[in-house]
């Protein structure tokens, strides 16, 4: 069996619903014409019977119509459209009297039936209306008159008018359905509009966006949040294309270093420490392919924002001993003198993983990029909105045009005057993006041949 569609979903539920509610409608207006149609019967009715109860002659035991010659020649002289019939019955529910119309019919008589009650009954298979009441004399009651009106055009009235209502039920509910499923269709036609869109946006096209259109209704909601998925797609793509190209691009150059070793190797038988030699080469070179995935890795894992920062008291001083004691003999071998004298044990609400990660690359490259013999100052200050982290060196500096470079991957500022300086281009980009992610704010300044200042503001 196929499933209705959406459209056709939407018109068949407004249908329920308007079904329902035709019907209760429908059920109304006949049931306030047949009210009011009995109820103008049931007036009528008493009327005619209370009139006649007070026309009738009661005398000894017998009641009769005061004024029936003059009932029957008019009865003679003119053609009720409307006619009304009488009957008069004793106390015990014995015919007495009728009106001429009746000829020689009964309208039939129940004495234990209630007064002043209408209801329909037959008359020559004719549906009738009657009503039953009570013949009062001196404050007793001497019996009863029965009075009665045809009610074959009030029924006919009333059987049309439901015919016509079942009738135009069911066609009434075609028309909405019809109606309601072209409504629906018009109301879906943008739905349409963004699954084409949508199908057409494949990975080669993830820059097309889905039309958004101008009311601020939930379909302007639905392609705003579609286009907002793409953009973050998209920019997920681009960081793979690009972890991609730059693992590619930075591993070339070990493994073909390695290669080149090997196939050294083998050309020709050679001595012990010629082995020694390139094998350690190589070893070099696997550590430095190593090294250089792991920031690769870093690198992604902050710029996709895989990470989730967990704030929690970090002792600035702490960090920063451990920070300097890692490159102790880095320090050592250049002859560096670290100045880092606080005044008290600061801390800091932060990620201690990102803030250490932002501090030990600024220190590396404070160090990495310092001469022989030069100072390396950190300082910490606390103000009331920020707790201040400042790095200074007096070594290499970064020329004007390198500084708007020096934050992204793999840009190395002056890379071929600083062949002894080992390096990939991350540690900056990292620190970027890390510096991003923790709601950190970092200042770089530097003067070419004097050194850099380093300023990172964490938020109290």
Same mark, same amino acid.
Not at 197 to 215: C, E, H, M
């Given at each position: 069996?196929?499933?209705?569609?959406?459209?056709?979903?939407?018109?068949?539920?407004?249908?329920?619903?308007?079904?329902?509610?035709?019907?209760?409608?429908?059920?109304?207006?006949?049931?306030?014409?047949?009210?009011?149609?009995?109820?103008?019967?049931?007036?009528?009715?008493?009327?005619?019977?209370?009139?006649?109860?007070?026309?009738?002659?009661?005398?000894?035991?017998?009641?009769?119509?005061?004024?029936?010659?003059?009932?029957?020649?008019?009865?003679?002289?003119?053609?009720?459209?409307?006619?009304?019939?009488?009957?008069?019955?004793?106390?015990?529910?014995?015919?007495?009297?009728?009106?001429?119309?009746?000829?020689?019919?009964?309208?039939?008589?129940?004495?234990?039936?209630?007064?002043?009650?209408?209801?329909?009954?037959?008359?020559?298979?004719?549906?009738?209306?009657?009503?039953?009441?009570?013949?009062?004399?001196?404050?007793?009651?001497?019996?009863?008159?029965?009075?009665?009106?045809?009610?074959?055009?009030?029924?006919?009235?009333?059987?049309?008018?439901?015919?016509?209502?079942?009738?135009?039920?069911?066609?009434?509910?075609?028309?909405?359905? !019809?109606?309601?499923?072209?409504?629906?269709?018009?109301?879906?036609?943008?739905?349409?509009?963004?699954?084409?869109?949508?199908?057409?946006?494949?990975?080669?096209?993830?820059?097309?966006?889905?039309?958004?259109?101008?009311?601020?209704?939930?379909?302007?909601?639905?392609?705003?949040?579609?286009?907002?998925?793409?953009?973050?797609?998209?920019?997920?793509?681009?960081?793979?294309?690009?972890?991609?190209?730059?693992?590619?691009?930075?591993?070339?150059?070990?493994?073909?270093?390695?290669?080149?070793?090997?196939?050294?190797?083998?050309?020709?038988?050679?001595?012990?420490?010629?082995?020694?030699?390139?094998?350690?080469?190589?070893?070099?070179?696997?550590?430095?392919?190593?090294?250089?995935?792991?920031?690769?890795?870093?690198?992604?894992?902050?710029?996709?924002?895989?990470?989730?920062?967990?704030?929690?008291?970090?002792?600035?001083?702490?960090?920063?001993?451990?920070?300097?004691?890692?490159?102790?003999?880095?320090?050592?071998?250049?002859?560096?003198?670290?100045?880092?004298?606080?005044?008290?044990? !600061?801390?800091?609400?932060?990620?201690?993983?990102? !803030?250490?990660?932002?501090?030990?690359?600024?220190?590396?490259?404070?160090?990495?990029?310092?001469?022989?013999?030069?100072?390396?100052?950190?300082?910490?200050?606390?103000?009331?909105?920020?707790?201040?982290?400042?790095?200074?060196?007096?070594?290499?500096?970064?020329?004007?045009?390198?500084?708007?470079?020096?934050?992204?991957?793999?840009?190395?500022?002056?890379?071929?005057?600083?062949?002894?300086?080992?390096?990939?281009?991350?540690?900056?980009?990292?620190?970027?993006?890390?510096?991003?992610?923790?709601?950190?704010?970092?200042?770089?300044?530097?003067?070419?041949?004097?050194?850099?200042?380093?300023?990172?503001?964490?938020?109290?």
């Amino acid at each position: 069996m196929k499933p209705f569609s959406y459209r056709n979903r939407i018109a068949f539920n407004y249908i329920v619903a308007t079904a329902a509610l035709l019907a209760l409608v429908f059920f109304l207006v006949f049931f306030v014409v047949r009210v009011a149609v009995y109820s103008h019967l049931d007036n009528l009715l008493d009327k005619v019977a209370e009139k006649h109860s007070k026309e009738v002659l009661v005398q000894d035991g017998k009641i009769t119509f005061i004024n029936k010659d003059e009932w029957e020649e008019r009865e003679h002289r003119e053609v009720e459209v409307n006619p009304v019939f009488i009957e008069v019955h004793g106390i015990d529910g014995k015919l007495m009297d009728r009106s001429p119309n009746l000829k020689a019919d009964e309208l039939g008589f129940d004495v234990n039936s209630p007064e002043n009650k209408q209801f329909n009954s037959r008359l020559h298979e004719k549906h009738i209306r009657q009503v039953k009441v009570a013949v009062v004399r001196d404050g007793e009651k001497a019996g009863y008159v029965s009075a009665a009106v045809p009610i074959e055009g009030y029924l006919l009235v009333l059987n049309t008018l439901r015919n016509i209502l079942l009738v135009s039920f069911p066609f009434s509910l075609l028309l909405l359905f !019809l109606v309601a499923r072209y409504l629906a269709g018009k109301s879906i036609r943008p739905v349409r509009v963004i699954i084409e869109a949508t199908q057409k946006i494949q990975q080669d096209s993830l820059n097309d966006r889905i039309p958004v259109f101008g009311k601020k209704d939930e379909l302007h909601q639905l392609a705003s949040a579609i286009n907002e998925l793409l953009e973050r797609i998209e920019s997920s793509m681009i960081r793979e294309k690009q972890f991609t190209s730059d693992a590619a691009h930075q591993l070339k150059t070990p493994l073909a270093v390695l290669k080149g070793t090997f196939e050294v190797l083998v050309r020709k038988p050679r001595n012990n420490h010629e082995y020694v030699t390139r094998i350690n080469a190589g070893i070099d070179e696997i550590n430095r392919m190593s090294e250089m995935v792991d920031q690769l890795l870093l690198l992604a894992r902050v710029d996709g924002k895989q990470y989730l920062p967990q704030l929690a008291d970090t002792s600035l001083v702490e960090m920063i001993d451990s920070i300097i004691q890692r490159f102790s003999r880095k320090i050592s071998e250049q002859n560096l003198s670290i100045v880092f004298n606080p005044e008290s044990n !600061l801390s800091a609400v932060s990620d201690p993983f990102l !803030l250490e990660l932002i501090l030990e690359n600024l220190i590396s490259n404070a160090l990495k990029y310092s001469n022989p013999g030069d100072k390396v100052e950190i300082r910490l200050t606390q103000t009331n909105d920020n707790t201040l982290v400042e790095i200074s060196d007096n070594g290499k500096g970064i020329r004007n045009e390198d500084m708007e470079h020096i934050f992204s991957p793999f840009y190395r500022a002056g890379a071929m005057e600083h062949t002894n300086v080992k390096g990939y281009g991350l540690g900056l980009s990292i620190v970027k993006r890390a510096c991003s992610l923790a709601g950190i704010q970092l200042e770089l300044k530097s003067i070419y041949g004097k050194g850099t200042h380093a300023v990172v503001r964490i938020p109290n």
